[in-house]
T-cell receptor
């Protein structure tokens, strides 16, 4: 089955330290991978995507993600965390549906808490 | 631009009642989506539309119906609400050229008692 997994419900990091939010995937064919962020009481916002090309993808707000095909992972990273980065982060992967069309399937989310 | 808006923001229903959630977007996006968000389960796709007058089922379509009579609007209906439909509902939209870069509305919190 095609899916995406986020193994950590919550990640805690001190402000100024590097952060990593983990994501692994299982798809047939080439993966299309995405990260979205959700701030409190808001809808999701697109952060970045990997379709093809360089394994290190840069996105909004200083975030980047590293695609690792051998480990089937797409971890989200930031060199120096800010308190304002505290939010819920979702990894997503494109999957094929029964209709033949493709859609996003989301992981369960990881809450990032950055302490001052 | 308002982006993606959803009406209402909150609603409480009794089991068996019906309601319609309205989503509107002013970005001229071709594609629109309805998701539900439940704790620990991420977002799950209910229905989606790739253009005016067309709709298709997502992962969890049972108990919901949708309509896209105008390009800018996407309606989600619950004909007979059940407690299992208590959730936060998100609408999203995207261009057809980049269907996975979706713009989300602020959500509707629905409680069914």
């Amino acid at each position: 089955a095609q899916s995406v997994a986020q193994p950590e419900d919550q990640v805690n990091v001190a402000e100024g330290n590097p952060l990593t939010v983990k994501c692994t995937y299982s798809v047939s064919g080439n993966p299309y991978l995405f990260w979205y962020v959700q701030y409190p009481n808001r809808g999701l916002q697109f952060l970045l995507k990997y379709i093809t090309g360089d394994n290190l993808v840069k996105g909004s707000y200083g975030f980047e993600a590293e695609f690792n095909k051998s480990q089937t992972s797409f971890h989200l990273k930031k060199p120096s965390a800010l308190v304002s980065d505290s939010a819920l982060y979702f990894c997503a992967v494109r999957v094929a549906m029964d209709t033949g069309r493709r859609a996003l399937t989301f992981g369960s989310g990881t809450r990032l808490q950055v302490q001052p | 631009n308002a982006g993606v808006t959803q009406t209402p923001k909150f609603r409480v229903l009794k089991t068996g009642q019906s309601m319609t959630l309205l989503c509107a977007q002013d970005m001229n996006h071709e594609y629109m989506y309805w998701y539900r968000q439940d704790p620990g389960m991420g977002l799950r796709l209910i229905h989606y539309s790739v253009g005016e007058g067309t709709t298709a089922k997502g992962e969890v379509p049972d108990g919901y119906n949708v309509s896209r009579l105008k390009k800018q609007n996407f309606l989600l209906g619950l004909e007979s609400a059940a407690p299992s439909q208590t959730s936060v509902y998100f609408c999203a939209s995207s261009y057809s050229q980049s269907p996975y870069e979706q713009y989300f509305g602020p959500g509707t919190r629905l409680t069914v008692t």
